[in-house]
């Protein structure tokens, strides 16, 4: 099964970044195709109708384009006042935006639709990032996205990881398993 995997931060020290990176390695472990992705390296503007109306970025596109390839995927979550990134957004707004000029992608929901998204998140907090989830999920679904009951949020993530990136607890590595799993689960019943 091929699984997307991506935090809603570019941050050097970021929870989520780390999140993402052990998750992509259990999800490796367990047989998934992965493809872990750093928002960082697409350049994506701030979503603008006018930009839009001149051209698509080509970033745009080549993430559509993966999003689109990806049956299942994993997004790690940051919790910014309650709520997602303004990156996760600003990066769902252009990816789920029309392209008039190109007749591939003139469906909005084409990356989106019947994917199997399973969310995580990770904070210094001791609710992990949860409410960043309870947002997420209603525009995940409003894209025709399937999102995955089983979720996971990562509390005190400051004290979560060890020194190679891996989760010292394996209670917090059976949780974030859990969440592969079913992904992984529903995406090939839905695609099969």
Known sequence: MKL????GSTRAQSFNRQLARA???LATTS??????IE???FDIPLYNADQE????PPDVIRLKQLMYENPAWLICSPEYNGSYTALLKNTIDWCSSPVKSNP????GFKPFRGKVVGML???PGAMGGLRSQGHLAPLLLNLHCWVAPQAFALGRAGEAFAADGTLLAEAHRQSVQAVIDQVLWAAARFTG
């Open 4 to 7: 997307l995997v991506f935090a």
């Open 23 to 25: 998750a992509a390695a």
């Open 31 to 36: 047989g998934a195709q992965v493809s872990h």
């Open 39 to 41: 928002l960082a390296d």
């Open 53 to 56: 109306k001149q051209a698509t």
């Open 104 to 107: 591939e992608w003139t469906d």
């Open 121 to 123: 998140s990770a904070s």
